[in-house]
């Protein structure tokens, strides 16, 4: 009958490998949140003016609004006054080469198994490493510009693209979106920024790893990828974070537009520190992830596994305003100890024969809570519009938690819309076949669990699939296996 | 848009005068309760679109009807009542016109079985019978619940002794005539099965006119352990009425509740229902059909509350929407943390027809235990085109072809109605209704 409990406590505590603390010198605001702020981390960028502007703008409509309260997720209320709102590395430099790089910073990333050097050599994987919240490495550039494509930080974005910035930056999540999103506005500090010309393959997968380093920092990323007619695009993040004992809010938007014929391939591994197995510390990843089908035939994917941070918040959503666009999510979200996700997505459809595929798994064990949250609404003039949504909750342990929470509305009769959840624990029957089989209790569950995961994992780019493997057998280990 | 004629300080001014006019007998305590309730709506107020549960369905043309909560001077011809009555023969009979019980048309006389109007049971002070009222609903969680309990005017009280296992069905008539219009009605039902009673009850809401008039009900169903009960429930109002259905259940140990549900009628109705099972072995079953056209709004809540281990329950609701219908479905399972074992099952299947019309659906689980089999399922879609065409190869045009595909979708719940002539005139009404959206 499955695993002893005492077996079972044992097995899921396994500690977060990717716990640490770089010493680097930094340059840290001190805490709180003011106009001043807004305008030192304005002047620290050399932004212009228009940009100043705007992030004035969305902090003063910020002021204005209430946190919502709406999710099934519980956390302390958070002192918007006691993080700090910009930190970066001090040694900031126009890096040619990654032997520029403090040499402290790259055993990080080693540490993390993230050896940029080996990967620009063998994987072909150009690396825009977010080390806090400012770029220190970007690598592949000059082989991406050959192909016009073009890959950078924000905030060099907003100096050397500013008619791109301002034609798209907040064109799909606006800066008066919702409480995070107006946060991130006026106090982002960088991130990615892609603009693939028209009719381009980008020649390699491109990825950004993300690290939350300095104690009491906010991260807030900013990111716009623009796919342009004909493109294509296929886009890593990942994410992990040193163990640390007070909660960080990260407040992150992402945005992606797809126009006529282009496609956008976003995949996330998501692994920041979840919290201890009492509940404290760990990261609130309040993301507003949002991308924009505008052209026809256009076509956005959202891939994550989540297996980190204490409360994951985020609902990454299309737009499918395109005729024939797709629109496509599959999540994996693991809660174990007293994580919380509350995650899901939103798939507007208003074009006609807009098609979209929603596949999320949750998997709860512990005192972790999983919330499947998804809108399906189709307009009254999506014509043919299709949708299918599969949402399968796995329980390990009576104390955990897993929720469902679709919402479907359809104004057009020639719709087709499914929606499908089942909720149950890992089969005994099941169990009982693989360990007469003479697996052990462990590897049965292992093997039971990435089956249940198979569908999304194999919508991930190779490299990244066995990442996300590896980082569920961790994060499991024991748990199930 | 007209602002509503109340506020609701006047509906609860109007409620306290009602509960001021009641006749005083042993009731006091009763009287209080009621007290309590229209303070508590005093609170709560009416529901908005902010709160979750009412998304979707606005009560604002409702609110700007002002219905009125007064006792209405029914005149009918016992014929007009008789000729709705249930062609089979029945256990026992409460007939209620305008709210209000009509003794010289009902039967009450059934062994083992109490049938009687909560205005006998509450003038005659039997508190025994009484005790239950509100066991399961409490004050009222929303202000229409509480505004009930304030302002109950009637209402039937059946409670099957133990053992007693009825053959013949008891109906329950609701029928409102012209003198309803403008007001509102507030019908509050009392059903209890004591242990191993086993029975089925036919519940019918029908309109003899076509005044405005809004039904706002309340019913409490209380099965004892090993008890049984079929519940066969038909609302089918005139389009201009509006109806609310609020009905809690509560399960013992083994008990068995099986709902069908018909909504056709009035132009804005909803039915929530809340179970809660409260001992292991019990199942709740609930089928549903909704039929929404032109100006009707159809909305079902469901909350099912698995609060103990080893109960089941499985719900399967289907709507056809025609013209401008809408409906609103939203069917939430909650598997609190010791109720393993628990077995759940939700399906809502929606055939749209229309371009003007539009469907809301949200089926929730929330699991907080893990030895559980749950699921939900919800579909939107349209009838098929190559079942279509099969009928119509077959002769059939495509009038034809439409209704006959839309009454096959329809009778896999149809069919849970026991009454044959009930289920045929369903079938029926139901025919009518497509051919008349269909050349509209």
Same mark, same amino acid.
């Given at each position: 009958?499955?695993?002893?409990?005492?077996?079972?406590?044992?097995?899921?505590?396994?500690?977060?490998?990717?716990?640490? #603390?770089?010493?680097?010198?930094?340059?840290?605001?001190?805490?709180?949140?003011?106009?001043?702020?807004?305008?030192?981390?304005?002047?620290?960028?050399?932004?212009?003016?228009?940009?100043? %502007?705007?992030?004035?703008?969305?902090?003063?409509?910020?002021?204005?609004?209430?946190?919502?309260?709406?999710?099934?997720?519980?956390?302390?209320?958070?002192?918007?006054?006691?993080?700090?709102?910009?930190?970066?590395?001090?040694?900031?430099?126009?890096?040619?080469?990654?032997?520029?790089?403090?040499?402290?910073?790259?055993?990080?990333?080693?540490? *993390?198994?993230?050896?940029?050097?080996?990967?620009?050599?063998?994987?072909?994987?150009?690396?825009?490493?977010?080390?806090?919240?400012?770029?220190?490495?970007?690598?592949?550039?000059?082989?991406?510009?050959?192909? !016009? #494509?073009?890959?950078?930080?924000?905030?060099?974005?907003?100096?050397?693209?500013?008619?791109?910035?301002?034609?798209?930056?907040?064109?799909?999540?606006?800066?008066?979106?919702?409480?995070?999103?107006?946060?991130?506005?006026?106090?982002?500090?960088? !991130?990615?920024?892609?603009?693939?010309?028209?009719?381009?393959?980008?020649?390699?997968?491109?990825?950004?790893?993300?690290?939350?380093?300095?104690?009491?920092?906010?991260?807030?990323?900013?990111?716009?990828?623009?796919?342009?007619?004909?493109?294509?695009?296929?886009?890593?993040?990942?994410?992990?974070?040193?163990?640390?004992?007070?909660?960080?809010?990260?407040?992150?938007?992402?945005? *992606?537009?797809?126009?006529?014929?282009?496609?956008?391939?976003?995949?996330?591994?998501?692994?920041?520190?979840?919290?201890?197995?009492?509940?404290?510390?760990?990261?609130?990843?309040?993301?507003?992830?949002?991308?924009?089908?505008?052209?026809?035939?256009?076509?956005?994917?959202?891939?994550?596994?989540?297996?980190?941070?204490?409360?994951?918040?985020?609902?990454?959503?299309?737009?499918?305003? !395109?005729?024939?666009?797709?629109?496509?999510?599959?999540?994996?979200?693991?809660?174990?100890?007293?994580?919380?996700?509350?995650?899901?997505?939103?798939?507007?459809?208003?074009?006609?024969?807009?098609?979209?595929?929603?596949?999320? %798994?949750?998997?709860?064990?512990?005192?972790?809570?999983?919330?499947?949250?998804?809108?399906?609404?189709?307009?009254?003039?999506?014509?043919?519009?299709?949708?299918?949504?599969?949402?399968?909750?796995?329980?390990?342990?009576?104390?955990?938690?897993?929720?469902?929470?679709?919402?479907?509305?359809?104004?057009?009769?020639?719709?087709? #819309?499914?929606?499908?959840?089942?909720?149950? %624990?890992?089969?005994?029957?099941?169990?009982?076949?693989?360990?007469?089989?003479?697996?052990?209790?462990?590897?049965?569950?292992?093997?039971?669990?990435?089956?249940?995961?198979?569908?999304?994992?194999?919508?991930?780019?190779?490299?990244?699939?066995?990442?996300?493997?590896?980082?569920?057998? #961790?994060?499991?280990?024991?748990?199930? !296996? | 848009?007209?602002?509503?004629?109340?506020?609701?300080?006047?509906?609860?001014?109007?409620?306290?005068?009602?509960?001021?006019?009641?006749?005083?007998?042993?009731?006091?305590?009763?009287?209080?309760?009621?007290?309590?309730?229209?303070?508590?709506?005093?609170?709560?107020?009416?529901?908005?679109?902010?709160?979750?549960?009412?998304?979707?369905?606005?009560?604002?043309? $409702?609110?700007?009807?002002?219905?009125?909560?007064? =006792?209405?001077?029914?005149?009918?011809?016992?014929?007009?009542?008789?000729?709705?009555?249930?062609?089979?023969?029945?256990?026992?009979?409460?007939?209620? /016109?305008?709210?209000?019980?009509?003794?010289? $048309?009902? =039967?009450?006389?059934?062994?083992? /079985?109490?049938?009687?109007?909560?205005?006998?049971?509450? &003038?005659?002070?039997?508190?025994?019978?009484?005790?239950?009222?509100?066991?399961?609903?409490?004050?009222?969680? @929303?202000?229409?619940?509480? $505004?009930?309990?304030?302002?109950? @005017?009637?209402?039937?009280?059946?409670?099957?002794?133990?053992?007693?296992?009825?053959?013949?069905?008891?109906?329950?008539?609701?029928?409102?005539?012209?003198?309803?219009?403008?007001?509102?009605?507030?019908?509050?039902?009392?059903?209890?099965?004591?242990?191993?009673?086993?029975?089925?009850?036919?519940?019918?809401?029908?309109?003899?006119?076509?005044?405005?008039?809004?039904?706002?009900?309340?019913?409490?169903?209380?099965?004892?352990?090993?008890?049984?009960?079929?519940?066969?429930?038909?609302?089918?109002?005139?389009?201009?009425?509006?109806?609310?259905?609020?009905?809690?259940?509560?399960?013992?140990?083994?008990?068995?509740?099986?709902?069908?549900?018909?909504?056709?009628?009035?132009?804005?109705?909803?039915?929530?229902?809340?179970?809660?099972?409260? &001992?292991?072995?019990?199942?709740?079953?609930?089928?549903?059909?909704?039929?929404?056209?032109?100006?009707?709004? /159809?909305?079902?809540?469901?909350?099912?509350?698995?609060?103990?281990?080893?109960?089941?329950?499985?719900?399967?609701?289907?709507?056809?929407?025609?013209?401008?219908?809408? &409906?609103?479905?939203?069917?939430?399972?909650?598997?609190?943390?010791?109720?393993?074992?628990?077995?759940?099952?939700?399906?809502?299947?929606?055939?749209?027809?229309?371009?003007?019309?539009?469907?809301?659906?949200?089926?929730?689980?929330?699991?907080?235990?893990?030895?559980?089999?749950?699921?939900?399922?919800?579909?939107?879609?349209?009838?098929?085109?190559?079942?279509?065409?099969?009928? +119509?190869? +077959?002769?059939?045009?495509?009038? @034809?072809?439409?209704?006959? $595909?839309?009454?096959?979708?329809?009778?896999?719940?149809?069919?849970?109605?026991?009454?044959?002539?009930?289920?045929?005139?369903?079938?029926?009404?139901?025919?009518? +209704?497509?051919?008349?959206?269909?050349?509209?």
């Amino acid at each position: 009958m499955g695993l002893p409990d005492s077996r079972m406590d044992e097995l899921i505590q396994s500690d977060y490998t990717q716990g640490f #603390v770089t010493q680097i010198e930094s340059d840290t605001l001190p805490p709180g949140l003011n106009e001043g702020v807004v305008r030192t981390i304005s002047a620290r960028k050399d932004e212009p003016e228009w940009m100043l %502007k705007r992030r004035l703008a969305a902090y003063r409509f910020w002021r204005t609004m209430k946190e919502p309260n709406w999710s099934s997720i519980h956390h302390p209320p958070i002192d918007y006054q006691s993080i700090s709102y910009y930190s970066s590395p001090k040694k900031k430099a126009d890096l040619k080469s990654l032997d520029e790089v403090d040499p402290e910073l790259l055993a990080t990333y080693e540490k *993390l198994g993230i050896p940029i050097d080996e990967q620009k050599a063998l994987a072909g994987v150009a690396v825009d490493a977010v080390f806090d919240s400012v770029s220190v490495a970007t690598t592949f550039r000059e082989s991406l510009a050959e192909a !016009g #494509v073009i890959f950078c930080s924000m905030s060099e974005a907003i100096r050397e693209y500013p008619e791109l910035i301002q034609k798209y930056l907040g064109t799909v999540v606006s800066d008066r979106d919702n409480f995070f999103a107006a946060l991130n506005a006026a106090v982002f500090s960088d !991130g990615t920024f892609v603009y693939i010309p028209k009719g381009v393959r980008c020649p390699m997968e491109l990825s950004t790893y993300f690290r939350i380093n300095e104690a009491k920092t906010g991260q807030f990323e900013r990111t716009l990828i623009i796919a342009d007619a004909g493109s294509y695009v296929s886009y890593l993040e990942g994410c992990t974070a040193p163990m640390r004992d007070e909660n960080q809010l990260h407040a992150a938007v992402v945005e *992606l537009i797809a126009l006529e014929d282009a496609q956008i391939k976003y995949s996330t591994v998501q692994n920041w520190y979840p919290g201890d197995n009492e509940g404290r510390g760990g990261i609130y990843n309040f993301v507003t992830k949002r991308g924009d089908c505008r052209g026809d035939r256009s076509h956005i994917s959202w891939t994550q596994v989540e297996t980190g941070s204490a409360i994951t918040w985020k609902y990454p959503s299309c737009l499918l305003r !395109g005729k024939d666009s797709v629109g496509e999510f599959y999540s994996v979200a693991v809660t174990k100890g007293y994580q919380q996700a509350d995650t899901g997505t939103k798939m507007y459809h208003i074009g006609k024969n807009s098609r979209s595929t929603i596949v999320s %798994k949750g998997i709860s064990a512990m005192h972790g809570s999983n919330a499947y949250r998804g809108l399906v609404s189709v307009a009254s003039g999506a014509e043919n519009a299709r949708n299918h949504t599969q949402c399968d909750s796995l329980l390990i342990g009576d104390h955990c938690t897993a929720h469902t929470f679709p919402y479907i509305e359809v104004r057009n009769p020639t719709a087709r #819309v499914e929606h499908e959840a089942t909720t149950s %624990k890992v089969s005994e029957d099941q169990l009982f076949y693989c360990r007469q089989r003479g697996l052990s209790e462990e590897d049965a569950v292992s093997m039971i669990i990435n089956g249940f995961c198979k569908e999304v994992f194999k919508e991930l780019p190779m490299e990244f699939a066995v990442e996300a493997q590896k980082l569920l057998a #961790v994060s499991l280990e024991g748990a199930v !296996g | 848009m007209n602002e509503p004629t109340l506020s609701v300080a006047d509906y609860q001014q109007a409620a306290e005068r009602h509960i001021d006019q009641l006749p005083l007998g042993d009731g006091l305590w009763l009287t209080d309760k009621r007290r309590v309730a229209a303070h508590r709506f005093r609170e709560l107020g009416f529901p908005n679109a902010r709160q979750e549960d009412w998304r979707y369905t606005s009560i604002k043309r $409702l609110l700007e009807k002002g219905f009125v909560a007064d =006792d209405a001077q029914s005149s009918f011809t016992p014929h007009s009542v008789k000729s709705q009555f249930l062609s089979e023969p029945v256990a026992g009979r409460l007939v209620f /016109v305008d709210g209000l019980f009509q003794r010289e $048309l009902s =039967d009450t006389d059934q062994e083992g /079985v109490q049938l009687s109007s909560l205005n006998s049971v509450m &003038a005659a002070g039997d508190k025994a019978a009484l005790k239950a009222l509100g066991s399961l609903s409490g004050i009222g969680e @929303q202000g229409f619940a509480a $505004l009930n309990m304030a302002t109950m @005017q009637d209402g039937a009280i059946i409670r099957i002794a133990a053992g007693v296992k009825l053959e013949q069905p008891i109906e329950l008539l609701h029928l409102t005539s012209r003198a309803a219009a403008g007001l509102s009605l507030r019908p509050r039902h009392l059903i209890i099965l004591e242990e191993d009673a086993s029975a089925t009850l036919v519940e019918r809401y029908l309109s003899l006119d076509d005044d405005e008039h809004f039904t706002n009900l309340v019913c409490e169903i209380v099965l004892g352990e090993g008890s049984n009960l079929h519940h066969q429930r038909v609302e089918q109002e005139n389009p201009q009425a509006y109806h609310l259905s609020e009905l809690y259940l509560g399960l013992q140990a083994q008990a068995e509740y099986r709902l069908v549900t018909a909504s056709l009628g009035a132009g804005w109705s909803r039915t929530k229902i809340n179970s809660r099972f409260s &001992a292991p072995g019990a199942n709740c079953e609930l089928d549903g059909l909704y039929l929404a056209g032109d100006g009707q709004l /159809v909305d079902y809540h469901l909350n099912i509350d698995h609060a103990v281990p080893g109960c089941s329950s499985r719900e399967n609701f289907k709507g056809i929407l025609t013209g401008q219908g809408r &409906a609103v479905f939203d069917g939430r399972i909650l598997v609190r943390e010791q109720a393993q074992k628990s077995d759940a099952h939700l399906s809502n299947a929606n055939l749209m027809l229309s371009r003007h019309a539009e469907i809301d659906t949200k089926p929730q689980l929330e699991i907080l235990a893990d030895d559980v089999q749950c699921s939900h399922g919800t579909t939107v879609g349209q009838l098929d085109a190559e079942a279509i065409f099969y009928l +119509r190869s +077959r002769g059939l045009n495509m009038e @034809q072809a439409r209704r006959l $595909l839309c009454l096959g979708f329809a009778s896999e719940i149809l069919e849970r109605f026991e009454s044959d002539s009930l289920r045929e005139q369903l079938g029926e009404v139901i025919r009518q +209704r497509l051919e008349t959206s269909a050349h509209a």
